[in-house]
Nanobody, 115 residues
Framework: QVQMVESGGGLVQAGGSLRLSCAAS????????MDWYRQAPGKQRELVAA???????NYADSVKGRFAISRDNAKNTVYLQMNSLKPDDTAVYYC?????????WGQGTQITVSS
């Protein structure tokens, strides 16, 4: 059974930082690309950051230079370090992977950035 469990969300003031974690189980973590998505109220879910099995990263233009995705294969965990947070970053953040032909999502964690 695949499980993706996020943690680290919360309320932060603009300019602040948070780090999200996503612990995965039931997959061969080290061979899977891992992603973070977010969905703001009334908007479509969007890709925020991605990391390949080899550690290459990709970011949405809106978060480049502020967010950093990383992974620890020994802990089966992917992280999203978020700095210089803005009110527009307010959303539910989801961990995601695609493996064995199936999309797997975490339960989501709320990030609220106050101005």
């Amino acid at each position: 059974q695949v499980q993706m469990v996020e943690s680290g969300g919360g309320l932060v003031q603009a300019g602040g930082s948070l780090r999200l974690s996503c612990a995965a189980s039931g997959i061969i973590f080290r061979v899977n690309a891992m992603d973070w998505y977010r969905q703001a109220p009334g908007k479509q879910r969007e890709l925020v950051a991605a990391i390949t099995s080899g550690g290459s990263t990709n970011y949405a233009d809106s978060v480049k230079g502020r967010f950093a995705i990383s992974r620890d294969n020994a802990k089966n965990t992917v992280y999203l370090q978020m700095n210089s947070l803005k009110p527009d970053d307010t959303a539910v953040y989801y961990c995601h992977t695609f493996t064995w032909g199936i999309n797997y999502w975490g339960q989501g964690t709320q990030i609220t950035v106050s101005s």
